[in-house]
C-alpha cells in the first residue's frame, strides 16, 4: 500500500477544497470498496479525506414530499427506515439483498453509488484492464466473461456495475446531488453512470473533488408498488448475476406508470425504458410482460460465458412484473422466500 | 504517516501510534495485542475479523484503524463484560428499546464464567469445531441479534411495513449471519446457538409488530 495522509475535513465544503485541490487525494466513506483496492494496488491515493464523520447522516422528507438521503447514512439504516421500507420498498429490498451485515453496518449510500466493478480482471494487477490502466487492454474478452455484460459494452470493456442499491434507486428515480468547487449541482442518477465506450476508466461523470451530498427520491405512487429481485450464485452473501427492480402502477386493469431497472447486466445500472415503453397503456398480462422483456433485450450482445443471462434476465423481469402485477390486484404479496433471490 | 489514536478496546482506553495504512484488524492483533479477532480473508468475505465498533457489528480488516480514533470496541474477548450481559441491546448504535429483562430467560445478565450467553450458547451446542470463526461469529451474532431487536429487517423478512422486533426463524438466522462462513462448516450448531439466544430473548421481550401507518 502506498503511504498517505488522512484528514476529516469541518463540514462538505471543506471535504471538497480538500480533494480538489490535490489531484491524487480521494474521499473515504465507509471504506469496504476502497480499504479493499488500497491492499490490492487498484488504486494509490496519496490523500484520503475521511467524509464519514460529516453531518450528511440524516433521512429527512422535503416539503415537496420527497426523501432527502444523506451521503453518508449507513446501508442498514436506510434500508431500516420506516419511511423507506413503506414507501420504497424496492430500495430496502435492494439494499437487504446485497453484501452481509457488517458490510451493511459499514458502507454508505455515498460509497455504494461509487463502488467499482468486481470484474476479477480489475482486482488483479497482474493482468491488463483498460479500467484501471488505460489502454493496457481488456483481459475479460477471451478470458472469463460469466459476469459481464451483455448490454451497452464496448470492445474496451465489457464490466457490470455491482451495486444493488443504484439498480433500486434508478427505478425509482432517484436524483444526486453533487457538491463541488463551484457550488451545488442535481443530477438525475440516471445521467450518473457512464457507459465504457473507449474510456472505461471512467465510471461516473463526477469530476474530480464532487461530492455527493445526498440522493433525492420523488414521492410516487408507483414506488410504493416496487420490489427488487437478484438472481446469484449463491443464496446470501453474493454479488448479482441479474437482477430486476421495477415500481408498477396499474389503474382500471391497465398499466398507468411502470419503471423498471436492471441489475448485473451493463457497465452501469440500466434503464429498462424500451420495456417500460411496452407496457405502459396496456394490460399487465403475462404475454405482455414477455414482450416488454423482448423488446428491451433485443439489443443484448451477450459473450461466450455470459449468454445465459439474457433468457436470466427475461424470466426475472416477467417474474417481477407478474408479482408486481398480482399484488397490486390485492392477490399474492412478494414472497421474498422463494428461489432464486 | 503515522497518527495516535485512541480506541476503547474492551472497556481499555488504548492510544497506539499507527501507519494511516494500518487496519483496526491490524491494530488491534499487531499493535495491542488483542488477538481474539482473526484474519481470514483480509478483504471482507469471511466475517472472521467481525468486532462491536459502538455496538455494531463490523469488519475489522475493511476498517481503517485512523478513521476509528475516539471509537469504542468489543471483541470476542471484552464479550463477557458488557454490562446488559447480553440482553441483545449493548447495541448502543442502534434505537432498540430500552428494557430491563426480568431474568427469567435463563441466560439474561452476566454469567459467572465470565462468557457472554451468546458465547455459552456456543459452548452447549458445540458451535465450533476449529474454533477460527468463532470470535467473529459470537460477536457477529451479538450485533445482530441487537439490530434484530431494533427491528431491522432482513433479505428472506417477508412484510417489510411490519415494525418492532423481528422475529427470528432459522431462515432469518441464517440470512443474517451469512457475512460469517465457517471453513469446518460448523453451521447447524452455530445456528442452534443462536436459535436458543434468540428465543431467550424472544422470551424476554416478545416481537410486538406493528404496521407502519
Ligand atoms: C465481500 C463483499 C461483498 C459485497 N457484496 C455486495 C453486494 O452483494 N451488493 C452490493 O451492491 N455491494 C456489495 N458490496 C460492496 C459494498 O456495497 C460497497 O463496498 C459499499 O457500498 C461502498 O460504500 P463505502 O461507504 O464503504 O465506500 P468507500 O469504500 O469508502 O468508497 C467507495 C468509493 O466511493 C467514493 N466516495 C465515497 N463517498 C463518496 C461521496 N459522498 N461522494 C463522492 N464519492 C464518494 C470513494 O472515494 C471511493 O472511490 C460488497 C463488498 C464486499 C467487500
Ligand atoms: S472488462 Fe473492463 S474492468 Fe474487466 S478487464 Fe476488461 S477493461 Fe478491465
Ligand atoms: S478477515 Fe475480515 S472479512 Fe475476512
Ligand atoms: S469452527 Fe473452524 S472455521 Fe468455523
Same mark, same amino acid.
Given at each position: 500500500?502506498?503511504?498517505?495522509?488522512?484528514?476529516?475535513?469541518?463540514?462538505? +465544503?471543506?471535504? *471538497? #477544497?480538500?480533494?480538489?485541490?490535490?489531484?491524487?487525494? @480521494?474521499? =473515504? $466513506?465507509?471504506?469496504?470498496?476502497? %480499504?479493499?483496492?488500497?491492499?490490492?494496488?487498484?488504486?494509490?491515493?496519496?490523500?484520503?479525506?475521511?467524509?464519514?464523520?460529516?453531518?450528511?447522516?440524516?433521512?429527512?422528507?422535503?416539503?415537496?414530499?420527497?426523501?432527502?438521503?444523506?451521503?453518508?447514512?449507513?446501508?442498514?439504516?436506510?434500508?431500516?427506515?420506516?419511511?423507506?421500507?413503506?414507501?420504497?420498498?424496492?430500495?430496502?429490498?435492494?439494499?437487504?439483498?446485497?453484501?452481509?451485515?457488517?458490510?451493511?453496518?459499514?458502507?454508505?449510500?455515498?460509497?455504494?453509488?461509487?463502488?467499482?466493478?468486481?470484474?476479477?480482471?480489475?482486482?488483479?494487477?497482474?493482468?491488463?484492464?483498460?479500467?484501471?490502466?488505460?489502454?493496457?487492454?481488456?483481459?475479460?474478452?477471451?478470458?472469463?466473461?460469466?459476469?459481464?455484460?451483455?448490454?451497452?459494452?464496448? +470492445?474496451?470493456? *465489457? #464490466?457490470?456495475?455491482?451495486?444493488?442499491?443504484?439498480? @433500486?434507486? =434508478? $427505478?425509482?428515480?432517484?436524483?444526486? %446531488?453533487?457538491?463541488?468547487?463551484?457550488?451545488?449541482?442535481?443530477?438525475?442518477?440516471?445521467?450518473?453512470?457512464?457507459?465504457?465506450?473507449?474510456?472505461?476508466?471512467?465510471?461516473?461523470?463526477?469530476?474530480?473533488?464532487?461530492?455527493?451530498?445526498?440522493?433525492?427520491?420523488?414521492?410516487?405512487?408507483?414506488?410504493?408498488?416496487?420490489?427488487?429481485?437478484?438472481?446469484?450464485?449463491?443464496?446470501?452473501?453474493?454479488?448479482?448475476?441479474?437482477?430486476?427492480?421495477?415500481?408498477?402502477?396499474?389503474?382500471?386493469?391497465?398499466?398507468?406508470?411502470?419503471?423498471?431497472?436492471?441489475?448485473?447486466?451493463?457497465?452501469?445500472?440500466?434503464?429498462?425504458?424500451?420495456?417500460?415503453?411496452?407496457?405502459?397503456?396496456?394490460?399487465?398480462?403475462?404475454?405482455?410482460?414477455?414482450?416488454?422483456?423482448?423488446?428491451?433485450?433485443?439489443?443484448?450482445?451477450?459473450?461466450?460465458?455470459?449468454?445465459?443471462?439474457?433468457? =436470466? $434476465?427475461?424470466?426475472?423481469?416477467?417474474?417481477?412484473?407478474?408479482?408486481?402485477?398480482?399484488?397490486?390486484?390485492?392477490?399474492?404479496?412478494?414472497?421474498?422466500?422463494?428461489?432464486?433471490? | 504517516?503515522?497518527?495516535?489514536?485512541?480506541?476503547?478496546?474492551?472497556?481499555?482506553?488504548?492510544?497506539?501510534?499507527?501507519?494511516?495504512?494500518?487496519?483496526?484488524?491490524?491494530?488491534?492483533?499487531?499493535?495491542?495485542?488483542?488477538?481474539?479477532?482473526?484474519?481470514?480473508?483480509?478483504?471482507?468475505?469471511?466475517?472472521?475479523?467481525?468486532?462491536?465498533?459502538?455496538?455494531?457489528?463490523?469488519?475489522?480488516?475493511?476498517?481503517?484503524?485512523?478513521?476509528?480514533?475516539?471509537?469504542?470496541?468489543?471483541?470476542?474477548?471484552?464479550?463477557?463484560?458488557?454490562?446488559?450481559?447480553?440482553?441483545?441491546?449493548?447495541?448502543?448504535?442502534?434505537?432498540?428499546?430500552?428494557?430491563?429483562?426480568?431474568?427469567?430467560?435463563?441466560?439474561?445478565?452476566?454469567?459467572?464464567?465470565?462468557?457472554?450467553?451468546?458465547?455459552?450458547?456456543?459452548?452447549?451446542?458445540?458451535?465450533?469445531?476449529?474454533?477460527?470463526?468463532?470470535?467473529?461469529?459470537?460477536?457477529?451474532?451479538?450485533?445482530?441479534?441487537?439490530?434484530?431487536?431494533?427491528?431491522?429487517?432482513?433479505?428472506?423478512?417477508?412484510?417489510?411495513?411490519?415494525?418492532?422486533?423481528?422475529?427470528?426463524?432459522?431462515?432469518?438466522?441464517?440470512?443474517?449471519?451469512?457475512?460469517?462462513?465457517?471453513?469446518?462448516?460448523?453451521?447447524?450448531?452455530?445456528?442452534?446457538?443462536?436459535?436458543?439466544?434468540?428465543?431467550?430473548?424472544?422470551?424476554?421481550?416478545?416481537?410486538?409488530?406493528?404496521?407502519?401507518?
Amino acid at each position: 500500500m502506498i503511504p498517505f495522509d488522512y484528514v476529516r475535513p469541518a463540514d462538505p +465544503a471543506d471535504a *471538497v #477544497a480538500a480533494v480538489g485541490g490535490r489531484p491524487g487525494a @480521494a474521499f =473515504l $466513506a465507509g471504506g469496504t470498496n476502497l %480499504v479493499d483496492h488500497l491492499k490490492l494496488g487498484v488504486t494509490g491515493p496519496d490523500l484520503l479525506v475521511d467524509v464519514s464523520g460529516l453531518p450528511l447522516d440524516r433521512i429527512e422528507e422535503t416539503p415537496t414530499g420527497a426523501l432527502r438521503i444523506g451521503a453518508t447514512v449507513r446501508n442498514s439504516d436506510l434500508a431500516a427506515h420506516p419511511l423507506v421500507r413503506h414507501r420504497y420498498p424496492a430500495l430496502s429490498r435492494a439494499l437487504l439483498a446485497g453484501a452481509s451485515g457488517q458490510l451493511r453496518n459499514m458502507a454508505t449510500t455515498g460509497g455504494n453509488l461509487f463502488q467499482r466493478t468486481r470484474c476479477p480482471y480489475f482486482q488483479d494487477t497482474s493482468t491488463p484492464c483498460n479500467k484501471r490502466v488505460p489502454g493496457s487492454g481488456c483481459s475479460a474478452l477471451g478470458g472469463h466473461t460469466r459476469d459481464a455484460a451483455i448490454l451497452g459494452a464496448s +470492445a474496451h470493456c *465489457v #464490466a457490470t456495475h455491482p451495486s444493488d442499491m443504484a439498480v @433500486a434507486l =434508478l $427505478a425509482l428515480d432517484a436524483s444526486v %446531488v453533487l457538491l463541488g468547487p463551484d457550488g451545488e449541482r442535481t443530477l438525475p442518477l440516471a445521467a450518473l453512470h457512464r457507459l465504457p465506450g473507449d474510456t472505461p476508466h471512467r465510471d461516473t461523470v463526477v469530476e474530480h473533488g464532487e461530492l455527493v451530498t445526498a440522493v433525492e427520491l420523488p414521492d410516487r405512487a408507483s414506488a410504493r408498488h416496487s420490489t427488487y429481485r437478484k438472481v446469484r450464485d449463491r443464496r446470501s452473501y453474493a454479488f448479482a448475476l441479474v437482477s430486476v427492480a421495477a415500481a408498477l402502477d396499474v389503474a382500471d386493469g391497465t398499466v398507468r406508470d411502470v419503471r423498471i431497472a436492471l441489475g448485473g447486466v451493463a457497465h452501469k445500472p440500466w434503464r429498462a425504458e424500451r420495456a417500460e415503453a411496452a407496457l405502459r397503456g396496456t394490460a399487465p398480462t403475462e404475454a405482455g410482460f414477455a414482450r416488454a422483456a423482448d423488446a428491451e433485450l433485443a439489443a443484448a450482445r451477450p459473450l461466450e460465458g455470459n449468454a445465459f443471462k439474457v433468457p =436470466l $434476465a427475461r424470466r426475472t423481469l416477467v417474474a417481477v412484473l407478474r408479482d408486481l402485477a398480482g399484488a397490486a390486484d390485492g392477490g399474492t404479496r412478494h414472497d421474498g422466500r422463494e428461489g432464486g433471490r | 504517516m503515522d497518527a495516535r489514536i485512541t480506541l476503547r478496546v474492551d472497556g481499555e482506553e488504548r492510544s497506539p501510534t499507527v501507519d494511516t495504512r494500518t487496519t483496526l484488524l491490524d491494530a488491534l492483533r499487531d499493535r495491542l495485542g488483542v488477538m481474539s479477532p482473526k484474519k481470514g480473508c483480509d478483504h471482507g468475505q469471511c466475517g472472521a475479523c467481525t468486532v462491536l465498533v459502538g455496538g455494531r457489528r463490523v469488519l475489522g480488516c475493511l476498517a481503517l484503524a485512523v478513521a476509528h480514533d475516539g471509537a469504542e470496541v468489543v471483541t470476542a474477548r471484552g464479550l463477557g463484560a458488557l454490562p446488559d450481559g447480553g440482553d441483545g441491546n449493548s447495541g448502543g448504535g442502534l434505537n432498540g428499546n430500552s428494557r430491563n429483562g426480568d431474568g427469567d430467560g435463563e441466560r439474561q445478565g452476566p454469567s459467572d464464567d465470565g462468557l457472554h450467553p451468546v458465547q455459552r450458547a456456543f459452548l452447549d451446542h458445540d458451535g465450533l469445531q476449529c474454533g477460527y470463526c468463532t470470535p467473529g461469529q459470537v460477536c457477529s451474532a451479538v450485533g445482530m441479534l441487537a439490530e434484530a431487536a431494533a427491528g431491522h429487517p432482513s433479505h428472506v423478512t417477508d412484510d417489510l411495513t411490519r415494525t418492532g422486533p423481528a422475529v427470528l426463524d432459522d431462515t432469518e438466522i441464517r440470512e443474517r449471519m451469512s457475512g460469517n462462513l465457517c471453513r469446518c462448516g460448523a453451521y447447524v450448531n452455530i445456528l442452534a446457538a443462536v436459535r436458543e439466544q434468540a428465543a431467550v430473548r424472544e422470551q424476554a421481550a416478545p416481537a410486538r409488530g406493528e404496521a407502519i401507518p
